[in-house]
C-alpha cells in the first residue's frame, strides 16, 4: 500500500512515463464508487426514455450532476500538477 503526500491510502498510481512524476492517484475505492455511479446514472437514463416520466428524469439529471461533479474534481486536481 502506498501513502499519498495528503495522507490518504492508494491502492493505485498512475505515473508519467517520461519524467515519473505522478499524474493521477486513485484508490479502487473511487474507481467502483464513479463506476456504479455511471452504472446507475445509464440505468435511469434508459427508464426514462422507456417511460418519460419527470420524476426519472429529474433523478437522471441529478445522477448526472453527481458524474460530472466527480469527473470535475479528478479533471481539476491534475490540471493543478502542471
Known amino acids: 500500500m502506498i501513502t499519498c503526500s495528503c495522507g490518504n491510502s492508494i ?3 498512475v505515473e508519467c512515463n517520461g519524467c515519473g512524476r505522478v499524474i493521477q ?3 479502487a475505492a473511487d474507481d ?3 463506476f456504479n455511479l ?3 446514472l445509464r440505468l435511469a437514463q ?3 426514455f ?4 419527470p420524476d426519472v428524469l429529474s433523478a437522471s439529471m441529478k ?3 453527481q458524474v ?3 469527473i470535475d474534481d479528478k479533471v481539476s486536481g491534475q490540471m493543478e500538477l502542471f
Open 38 to 40: 455511471v452504472r446507475e
Open 63 to 65: 445522477l448526472e450532476k
Open 32 to 34: 467502483m464508487t464513479f
Open 46 to 48: 434508459k427508464e426514462y
Open 68 to 70: 460530472d461533479k466527480m
Open 50 to 53: 422507456k417511460t418519460k416520466r
Open 25 to 27: 492517484c486513485t484508490t
Open 11 to 13: 491502492d493505485k498510481v
